[in-house]
């Protein structure tokens, strides 16, 4: 069974920047859309950030312009770049994989496809 494994997370100040790492623990053989999402205490799960297997990327409005998702298929290994944090980004942080390609909605990468493997989770906290 394969396992997804974050890592980076932490506690930074308002305007710092963290680099989130989500790796498996083997190899997945048939890998389409990935991604990244957030939940906050008493809030729902937010999708955050989605790239598909042609490069393709979409972001939640909120963090357009600050976060870059990307991937090193070499090293297996998701990322999530986050710069100018901001304390409304404090959250659990969780990685995503889906067997097929993500869902389009309106030509742009939607949140709403479900994904066959989510890891554990990593904090995320921004003070002001």
């Known amino acids: 069974q394969v396992q997804l494994a974050e890592s980076g997370g932490g506690s930074v100040q308002s305007g710092g920047s963290l680099t989130l790492s989500c790796t498996a623990t083997?190899?997945?053989?048939?890998?389409?859309?990935m991604g990244w999402f957030r939940q906050a205490p008493g809030k729902e799960r937010e999708g955050v950030a989605l790239?598909?297997?042609?490069?393709?990327?979409n972001y939640v409005d909120s963090v357009k312009g600050r976060f870059t998702i990307s991937q090193d298929n070499a090293k297996n290994t998701l990322y999530l770049q986050m710069n100018n944090l901001k304390p409304e980004d404090t959250a659990m942080y969780y990685c995503?994989?889906?067997?097929?390609?993500?869902?389009?909605?309106?030509?742009?990468?939607?949140?709403?496809?479900?994904?066959?493997?989510w890891g554990q989770g990593t904090q995320v906290t921004v003070s002001s």
């Open positions: 790239i598909d297997t042609d490069g393709t990327t």
């Open positions: 995503a994989v889906d067997r097929y390609p993500c869902t389009l909605v309106d030509g742009l990468l939607s949140f709403v496809g479900t994904f066959d493997y």
């Open positions: 083997k190899p997945i053989k048939r890998r389409g859309c």
